[in-house]
Structures are given as C-alpha cells and as structure tokens.
C-alpha cells in the first residue's frame, strides 16, 4: 500500500472521528505540507468522500451508510473475545519485571494488562487511556505517567500533539501495543487514524516491542496502518491462533507466547 493511500485513508478516519478538522489540523496531524493535504482533499472530494466548506473539510457520510454502526467501540470490543483477551492480558502482565519501565496503549485487550499487573512490584508506567490509569491508580508502587489531551469517547483514550512529544521523551523497557489487523504483507493495522501516532512514538522509544491481540485479528485489515510486522519483539495471542499464522511469525524470529 503506497503512501498516499495510508494517508487518504488516514484522513478519513480522522475526519469521521472528529466530525471535521481544518487543512492546517491534518497536516499537523499527519505530519505532512499543508499543499499535500489540499492535494489529498482535492481527491477526497471529487470521490464523494469529504466535502471542504468554508475552510474545513468533513466527511461526507453516504446516505444508509452503516459507518456509525460500524465505528468502532472500546466497550463494545470489550465484549467479544473476552476471555481469550483475560488470558492474554494476564499473560503479559507476567513479563513485566521489577524496575522496568513500561508504556501500555489503548486497547480493550490492554486493559486486562493492566488490571493483572503485580501491584507489588515497583513499576514506571506510562498511559494515556482513562480505563487503563483507573486500573493502575490504586497501586502504591507504581510510578504513573499520563499523556493527556483531546478526549476520544469511542476509545477513552486521551492524544494531542503535546501527548505524543511526551511519549517521544520516555524510553521504556517494554511497551505493550494492540492491534485490531494483522495481515502478512500490509502490515499491522488499527481502526482509529488518530491512535497512529501514539502507536509509532511507543513503538520508537522501546526496548523491547511486544504485541496484544486475539487470534480473530490475524488476516485482518483495518485503515489506520501503523507498523510492520517485524517491528515487534513478541506476539502474545490465544490458542485459537492458525498453524500456519504460528509458524509465519516464528520465522521472522519473533518471540510467539500462546496462552
């Protein structure tokens, strides 16, 4: 998938979460030239995708589209799977180590890390969704680091563009990243462009990248792109996951736990 169609489809995400966002906004977003922008908006709107008034663009909902329906909902993804994501999510918390210093992203296979670490251990963690630092709060050894910013409802999570500099600026030991596509030649995917991000500064500043997700999300793709596969250092999954998808990871020399 080229470049500017990663970003075509960013720009859609975007606006379909924020309901508009001017070309300034965008290009700061995604880290491009503003004529860019304008050069992808140009596009979007004779497709019929977004239309630019007045200066903003929004996204251009067809009539009976199902987008709302389909958006994506932390507390709904929280239902399916779930017990396969508990097993994950306590799983990993055991990797966690005493003094290391972890960054954990949003997700609803996260949360169960989080909720499953040792509360006696002595912990730097950093964090930018709001059921993930419910979880951490009561425990007294932990050291906490909340990235915060505009409020993502659908997602709890918090990101604007001085969150992401302070993500820049923590090295951690391990980060625990989710996913919601995992596809063999493009790459590792999310559903919200506006995760991506935060997703690539955790993934930039870790020693060792390790991978959440539930075997459903192999073979998956969603719009946000965000990393390739081999970035990670491990996957942890559950014992749902194809031999064949087992045996793929394995030979890129990634670490495959399976619980």
């Known amino acids: 998938m080229d470049k500017q169609t990663v970003r075509l489809q960013q720009i859609t995400e975007i606006l379909k979460?924020?309901?508009?966002?001017?070309?300034?906004?965008?290009?700061?977003?995604?880290?491009?030239?503003e004529m860019t922008i304008r050069r992808d908006l140009r596009y979007l709107d004779k497709e019929g995708i977004t239309k630019t008034l007045h200066g903003s663009t929004f996204y251009n909902v067809p009539r009976g589209s199902d987008d709302v329906k389909d958006s994506y909902s932390l507390e709904l993804a929280s239902t399916t799977h779930a017990d396969e994501k508990d097993r994950i999510?306590?799983?990993?918390?055991?990797?966690?180590?005493?003094?290391?210093?972890?960054?954990?992203?949003?997700?609803?296979?996260?949360?169960?890390?989080?909720?499953?670490?040792?509360?006696?251990?002595?912990?730097?963690?950093?964090?930018?969704?709001?059921?993930?630092?419910?979880?951490?709060?009561?425990?007294?050894?932990?050291?906490?680091?909340?990235?915060?910013?505009?409020?993502?409802?659908?997602?709890?999570?918090?990101?604007?563009p001085?969150?992401?500099?302070?993500?820049?600026?923590?090295?951690?030991?391990?980060?625990?990243?989710?996913?919601?596509?995992?596809?063999?030649?493009?790459?590792?995917t999310g559903s919200n462009a506006y995760e991506t991000a935060s997703k690539r500064a955790l993934l930039a500043s870790s020693v060792e990248k390790i991978l959440l997700m539930d075997s459903s999300k192999f073979s998956q793709v969603k719009s946000a792109y965000f990393a390739d596969i081999k970035e990670f250092s491990a996957v942890v999954t559950d014992k749902n996951i194809d031999a064949d998808w087992s045996d793929f990871i394995r030979s890129l020399g990634i670490k495959l736990y399976v619980v």
């Open 17 to 33: 979460v924020l309901n508009g966002a001017s070309i300034k906004d965008l290009a700061h977003r995604l880290g491009v030239s």
């Open 162 to 188: 001085e969150s992401l500099e302070l993500i820049k600026r923590i090295r951690t030991t391990k980060t625990f990243v989710s996913a919601a596509g995992f596809h063999k030649t493009l790459g590792v």
């Open 89 to 160: 999510g306590k799983f990993a918390a055991s990797l966690v180590s005493e003094n290391d210093i972890i960054s954990i992203d949003t997700g609803s296979t996260t949360v169960s890390l989080a909720h499953y670490l040792d509360k006696e251990k002595h912990i730097t963690i950093l964090c930018y969704n709001s059921n993930i630092l419910e979880q951490l709060l009561p425990a007294k050894n932990f050291s906490l680091i909340f990235s915060g910013g505009y409020f993502h409802d659908n997602t709890l999570m918090f990101e604007s």
